[in-house]
C-alpha cells in the first residue's frame, strides 16, 4: 500500500517559518517528480511547487517565489517545503503529490498525502 504522509504543518505568525515533510512509503519515487499543493477554505487547489526525479529542477507558483523551499532526501524517500515569511494568504490544507501525468493539458498526480493544515495568523 502506497502512503504519502505530510507533517509539520501548524500555527504560525506572520513572517514564521514552518518545514512540511512528506515521507512516502510502499514504494520509491526515486524517477519520480514529487510536489506540493494547496488548498484554501472556499478556494481551488492550487499548485505550490514541484520538484523532478533528479532533484535538478524545481517550479514555484508566483506567489511563492523566493519564499519557499522545495527540496527532496531520496534516502528518506521524502519531500521538503520549507516555508519562509509566511503571510496569511498562505493559510491552507497543504497536500503532498507525486507521481504527474498530463491529462489534457494539466498535470495530474497518482499519489496525494492525506494534507496538513498550516494556519498563518496575522
Known amino acids: 500500500q502506497v502512503q504519502l504522509v505530510e507533517s509539520g504543518g501548524g500555527l504560525v505568525q506572520a513572517g514564521g517559518s514552518l518545514r512540511l515533510s512528506c515521507a512516502a512509503s510502499?514504494?520509491?519515487?526515486?524517477?519520480?517528480?514529487m510536489g506540493w499543493l494547496r488548498q484554501a477554505s472556499g478556494k481551488e487547489r492550487e499548485f505550490v511547487a514541484v520538484?523532478?526525479?533528479?532533484?535538478?529542477?524545481?517550479l514555484y507558483s508566483d506567489s511563492v517565489k523566493g519564499r519557499f523551499t522545495i527540496s527532496r532526501d531520496y534516502a528518506k524517500n521524502t519531500v521538503y517545503l520549507q516555508m519562509n515569511s509566511l503571510k496569511p494568504e498562505d493559510t491552507a490544507v497543504y497536500y503532498c503529490?507525486?507521481?504527474?501525468?498530463?491529462?489534457?493539458?494539466?498535470?495530474?498526480?497518482?499519489?496525494w498525502g492525506q494534507g496538513t493544515q498550516v494556519t498563518v495568523s496575522s
Open positions: 520538484i523532478n526525479w533528479s532533484g535538478g529542477s524545481t
Open positions: 510502499g514504494r520509491t519515487f526515486s524517477r519520480d517528480d
Open positions: 503529490v507525486a507521481k504527474s501525468r498530463l491529462v489534457a493539458g494539466k498535470y495530474e498526480y497518482d499519489y
